[in-house]
């Protein structure tokens, strides 16, 4: 926390700012209603977009927040966003094959399971697998516009 000074956060928030201009990710706060607490984070990487519009959901909830429906709220809302002002169709979520919680949080955010990837992540020191959930927005209207 040493690192956290007011420099620090300022040159945070214009990387931020950055890679959404560029449409390389959108990081977004998630925060308490009843006292704005801010209780984690969720974040979007373009991965392609042109004929794709392609993107990956990422998303922690401080721990102490956990199971209080926090994480399915915020998501929920994430994806619409995702699909409504990013123009995304399709978001993914990569999940560490041991996290029961986000699997479950994905699939109550409206995710399916798609697939295992093997040896998809450099994590802990090697190469790990990760579930892939997805969603496809094209059931809704404005997904058929390409953009």
Same mark, same amino acid.
């Given at each position: 926390? !040493?690192?956290?000074?007011?420099? @620090?956060?300022?040159?945070?928030?214009?990387?931020?700012?950055?890679?959404?201009?560029?449409?390389? &990710?959108?990081? =977004? +706060?998630?925060?308490?209603?009843?006292?704005?607490?801010? $209780?984690? /984070? $969720?974040?979007?990487?373009?991965?392609?977009?042109?004929?794709?519009? @392609?993107?990956?959901?990422?998303?922690?909830?401080?721990?102490?927040? @956990?199971? /209080? +429906?926090?994480?399915?709220?915020?998501?929920?809302? &994430?994806?619409?966003?995702?699909?409504?002002?990013?123009? =995304?169709?399709?978001?993914?979520?990569?999940?560490?094959?041991?996290?029961?919680?986000?699997?479950?949080?994905?699939?109550?955010? +409206? /995710?399916?399971?798609?697939?295992?990837?093997?040896?998809? $992540?450099?994590?802990?020191?090697? @190469?790990?697998?990760?579930?892939?959930?997805?969603?496809? =927005?094209?059931?809704?209207?404005? !997904?058929?516009?390409?953009?």
């Amino acid at each position: 926390m !040493s690192e956290c000074t007011e420099e @620090w956060f300022r040159q945070l928030i214009e990387k931020q700012r950055e890679l959404a201009t560029n449409d390389i &990710a959108y990081i =977004f +706060g998630v925060f308490r209603k009843p006292d704005n607490k801010h $209780i984690g /984070m $969720i974040d979007f990487s373009t991965l392609e977009r042109m004929d794709f519009q @392609w993107g990956r959901i990422g998303y922690t909830i401080h721990n102490q927040h @956990w199971r /209080m +429906g926090y994480g399915k709220e915020a998501v929920k809302a &994430a994806l619409t966003i995702a699909h409504k002002d990013l123009k =995304f169709h399709r978001i993914e979520a990569h999940i560490n094959v041991d996290n029961t919680a986000s699997m479950k949080l994905a699939e109550s955010a +409206g /995710m399916k399971f798609e697939c295992k990837r093997e040896g998809f $992540i450099f994590e802990f020191g090697e @190469w790990t697998d990760n579930l892939i959930y997805f969603i496809n =927005f094209n059931d809704m209207p404005s !997904s058929s516009n390409g953009n």
